[in-house]
């Protein structure tokens, strides 16, 4: 489940608070993170960076009155989301009444990634190795469970064969207990015989003398996970809601089960070793059969855990319900879980005409995860795609993939082909296309040649239409500016493009628009723009936009000479920027650096980037021109010239 660790830190301290405090925990980038739970009050963010930034911002506001205190317990079981928030949380912690504990087990034995471990780094994280029990501390445990006459031999054969690890100890203890072991010396080779046993197969041992009511209900707990309510964890079990309650009670006085409701297992090793102890066919029954339990209880996302678990049957249900998850953990900003979900549903298998829907989201989401796998997606799903709806959906995505990864020459035939399939049934739709495919073209210079004569076409059948789309409007000015045109048609242009709805325009149409607002000089209508931009951005955390505006406002004010506000947007978006924006914000930050005369700290922003030369994208002219005002205001003119290649 996705940030399922993080709702229970913090969920109940947001539903308890009054009216007036919910509001101000929730103010700012906060609501990113309550809509990351699932909460009402809360807004979907746009990525798992806007989620765990809102969830930040959500304890730092709980801290901002009375100091913080979050612990997590045995953190390589934290699902990957929260890990993620645990990661951005930890170096963060100092600048708030914040303090974070966690605890990891060394050699995770699923080989997890943990990220919030490697956190650990930071200087402001303090690390605390716990040792082995002592042989006095082992003592203590075996008297407490055994009674105070066991002998000093036996007490060292218990800490000698558990390594001092306390749940060894423990487990080591309940064997003996259970074997009538006293503790006296003559039974420490007894104990010896059944310690190789006594952690793993000592559990199952003792589970399965319990009797068949005590495995069910242990076995469908180790299905259904930790925190499950009995008479859920009894439906599974095929056990009477008030018979389950007694066999819970049972299984906690074995130490098999914690005594606690919702049930949970003594140790996560012990749940383990129940699940792992169980056949292959019959987990993927359980865990379907668990899906549809959680089901009636409209818990989508602990459902689709359940569904991933499971084989392909060609279920219309189980297509429908990862779909629906895969919703939710988007909204939550999870595009990873997302995307793990698509990736089963597809699996199921779903329907031809489930498929390109699917596979569209699947490639969406996980471009935003950057996965690799994300272009391969979003192409199946334009080939798939019958319907004019579905193609341009397909095809927009898949474009700006790959726009930004410097591939604009293969994006303006992806648009091009959508044309052709569209226009026979939705001219409207077609034409928007058209004018994306030339916006695209317009990016890289081998293919602005093509793009222009398109622009000219459009330009020439403008009076056509009496409402051209907003990508028509937007390419035809942004070519005016270019071309260095009188710059009041193509202001009206833009204009009238800001005009439609939504406002302000989605991120790629708005890139034009303000790089063309910069060439005409229009700051006027560049900074509401801007403004709006931003603060439709952070209202849904999305992190992607804001990187694009603050690349762009970062050249906007260098252009203004407010040189200290530039190089602070520009060295944000540097930081989070990939792909094209990468080079456009080093651009800008080294052009402000340099009529700052900090020359040494452009030189050394330079050096962190591979020179983009074999790139053919337009944002690369910018960066070639400020690593020649570099080289000038260095007194090397000529090497200037050589900076500047196919632009002299």
Request: glycine share 6%; charged share 20%.
């Amino acid at each position: 489940m996705a940030f399922s660790v993080v709702r229970q830190l913090l969920e109940q301290p947001v539903l308890s608070a009054s009216a007036g405090e919910r509001r101000r925990l929730l103010a700012g980038p906060a609501r990113a993170g309550a809509g990351a739970l699932g909460l009402a009050a809360g807004d979907s963010p746009a990525s798992e960076f806007a989620a765990v930034h809102g969830l930040y911002w959500l304890c730092a506001n709980l801290a901002e009155r009375r100091p913080l205190l979050l612990t997590v317990d045995d953190l390589h079981w934290v699902d990957g989301p929260s890990l993620s928030w645990l990661a951005y949380l930890g170096p963060r912690c100092v600048e708030s009444a914040m303090l974070v504990v966690l605890t990891v087990r060394e050699g995770d034995p699923r080989e997890r990634v943990n990220s919030a471990a490697a956190a650990a780094d930071d200087p402001s994280v303090h690390r605390m190795g716990l040792s082995a029990l002592s042989v006095a501390s082992v003592a203590a445990l075996v008297r407490a469970e055994l009674g105070p006459t066991a002998s000093a031999g036996f007490c060292s054969a218990c800490w000698e064969l558990a390594g001092g690890n306390p749940l060894y100890v423990r487990e080591l203890l309940a064997a003996a207990r259970n074997e009538g072991l006293s503790g006296a010396d003559d039974t420490v080779t007894a104990l010896r015989a059944l310690a190789s046993s006594a952690v793993g197969a000592s559990v199952l041992g003792r589970l399965a003398r319990l009797g068949p009511d005590m495995v069910s209900l242990a076995q469908a707990l180790a299905v259904l996970g930790s925190q499950t309510e009995v008479a859920v964890a009894a439906e599974l079990a095929g056990l009477e809601p008030a018979a389950a309650e007694l066999t819970a009670d049972r299984l906690a006085a074995a130490q098999i089960l914690a005594p606690i409701r919702p049930l949970d297992f003594f140790h996560p090793l012990i749940g383990e070793a129940v699940y792992a102890d169980q056949a292959l066919g019959a987990r993927r029954l359980a865990h379907r059969r668990a899906a549809a339990i959680l089901d009636r209880a409209g818990v989508a996302d602990r459902v689709a855990a359940h569904l991933l678990a499971t084989g392909p049957t060609s279920d219309p249900w189980v297509v429908q319900r990862l779909s629906a998850a895969a919703d939710t953990a988007w909204e939550r900003g999870a595009a990873e879980v997302a995307a793990s979900y698509l990736r089963r549903a597809l699996a199921e298998p779903a329907t031809p005409a489930e498929r390109p829907a699917l596979l569209r989201r699947l490639g969406v989401a996980e471009w935003a995860a950057g996965d690799p796998a994300a272009i391969g997606h979003l192409e199946e799903a334009l080939n798939e795609a019958r319907d004019a709806t579905a193609i341009a959906a397909a095809a927009g995505p898949l474009a700006n993939a790959y726009i930004i990864s410097d591939q604009a020459d293969i994006a303006v035939p992806v648009l091009q082909r959508a044309v052709a399939r569209v226009r026979p049934t939705d001219p409207r739709r077609a034409l928007r296309l058209d004018g994306a495919a030339a916006l695209a073209g317009l990016m890289d210079d081998r293919t602005a040649a093509a793009a222009f004569r398109t622009v000219d076409r459009l330009h020439a059948s403008l009076s056509d239409f009496a409402d051209p789309p907003g990508r028509v409007l937007i390419v035809i000015a942004h070519a005016a500016m270019r071309r260095a045109w009188p710059p009041d048609e193509a202001e009206q242009l833009v204009e009238r493009a800001l005009a439609r709805e939504p406002y302000p325009p989605r991120a790629n149409a708005s890139a034009s628009i303000i790089v063309t607002l910069l060439g005409l000089e229009a700051f006027g209508t560049l900074q509401r723009l801007c403004d709006d931009m931003l603060s439709a951005a952070r209202r849904r955390s999305a992190v992607q936009e804001l990187i694009g505006v603050a690349s762009f406002s970062a050249w906007a004010l260098y252009r203004r000479g407010e040189l200290a506000d530039a190089e602070a947007q520009a060295r944000w978006a540097l930081e989070r920027a990939s792909g094209i924006w990468a080079i456009d914000a080093l651009a800008h930050l080294v052009e402000t650096l340099v009529e700052r005369d900090a020359l040494d700290d452009a030189a050394a922003e330079l050096r962190r980037m591979t020179p983009p030369l074999t790139s053919h994208t337009v944002v690369v002219t910018g960066y070639l021109m400020a690593r020649g005002q570099l080289l000038m205001a260095q007194g090397k003119c000529q090497g200037s010239a050589a900076g500047l290649p196919g632009l002299w």
